[in-house]
C-alpha cells in the first residue's frame, strides 16, 4: 500500500506524520519505505540523512526523467533502522523543469516505484504545494493521508487539495481515495476547538479524523533523527500514530 502525505500548506505538519506513521507502521511489524519527495529535503533530515541530499549519486532528480534508468530506483534505497528512505536530493529544486515536455511525466513516480516490490508500505512525503511533484505521488499512490493544522486558513488549502484530487481523478480515470485526515499540533484555543469541529463535518463519512497535541518530544525525536517509537522519551501521541497505522492495516486488508 502506498499513501501520500499531502496539503500544500507549509508548516501543516506533513514530515512529522510521514516519519511517524512509518515509524508506527514499522513498530506493527512491517516493511515500510519512506520517500521523501519535498525538494527542501526535511524529511531526509528528520532521519539523519542529510548527508545524502548534496551527494553525487543517483537520486530521483536523475530517475523521474529518464526512461532509460526508471528501473534503477533500488540504487536510491538507503536503510534507517527502523525503515528503509529515498532521500530526497538539493537537485529536486529544478525538478519541474527536467520533466517539462517528458513525456506521461504525471506518472513517472509510479513507474520509478512500480520496480519496488519489497515493502508493505511506502509513504511518501509530498512538496508544499499542488505541482507535478505532488500530482506523481498522489497518481502513484491513490491514497492520501492528509494532515493539517487547526488554523482558518487551512480551510482553504484542503478545499484546493481536493479539487486537484478530482481533476486529477477526471484525468487519468483514477480513484484517489482519502484515508485520513491528521490536526497537528492541535492547542487549546477556540479557533482549534472550531477547525477540529468543522473537520469532523468535512470528513464525516469520507474517513477518520485524528487529533496530535503538540509535544516537545516529538521535536526531539526528529532532532535525534528518528519516530517517536524509537525516541528515548515515552509520548502520548505514539497511541495516535498507532491508530493510524492500525487504520492502514484495515484499508490495505479490505482490498
Known amino acids: 500500500m502506498k499513501i501520500a502525505v499531502s496539503n500544500q500548506k507549509g508548516g501543516a505538519g506533513k514530515t512529522t506524520t510521514s516519519i511517524n506513521v512509518a515509524g508506527a507502521l514499522n513498530q506493527l511489524g512491517h516493511d515500510v519505505l519512506l520517500v521523501d519527495l519535498d525538494p527542501q529535503g526535511h ?18 532528480y536523475d530517475v523521474l526523467p529518464n526512461l532509460d534508468i526508471l528501473d534503477e530506483t533500488d540504487n536510491l534505497v538507503y536503510e534507517h533502522h527502523e525503515m528503509d528512505v529515498i532521500p ?37 512525503d509530498c512538496p508544499p504545494n499542488l505541482g507535478v511533484l505532488t500530482d506523481n505521488a498522489l497518481l502513484a499512490c491513490e491514497n492520501v493521508l492528509i494532515p493539517a493544522q487547526t488554523k482558518t486558513t487551512s480551510i482553504r488549502a484542503l478545499e484546493l487539495l481536493f ?13 484517489i481515495q482519502e484515508v485520513g485526515l491528521v490536526a497537528n ?12 469541529e468543522w473537520f469532523e463535518e468535512v470528513f464525516d463519512d469520507r474517513a ?44 490495505d486488508g479490505e482490498r
Not at 89 to 99: F, K, P, V
Open 163 to 175: 479539487k486537484q484530487v478530482n481533476a486529477l481523478e477526471a484525468a487519468f480515470g483514477t480513484d
Open 88 to 124: 530526497s536530493h538539493q537537485n529536486m529544486i529544478n525538478i519541474e523543469d527536467a520533466l517539462a515536455g517528458v513525456p506521461n511525466r504525471e506518472n513517472r513516480l509510479k513507474m520509478a516505484l512500480d520496480n519496488l516490490d519489497d515493502y508493505e508500505y511506502i509513504i511518501i
Open 43 to 60: 524529511a531526509t533530515e528528520g532521519v539523519s540523512f542529510e548527508d545524502k541530499y548534496e551527494t553525487d549519486d543517483i537520486s530521483l
Open 185 to 196: 499540533e492541535v492547542g487549546t484555543d477556540n479557533e482549534a476547538d472550531e477547525m477540529m
Open 208 to 251: 477518520p479524523v485524528w487529533e496530535v497535541r503538540k509535544r516537545v518530544a516529538l521535536q526531539r525525536a526528529w532532532n535525534a533523527g528518528v519516530s517517536i517509537f524509537e525516541h528515548e522519551e515515552d509520548c502520548d501521541m505514539e497511541e495516535v500514530y498507532l491508530e493510524i497505522a492500525e487504520t492502514l492495516e484495515d484499508i
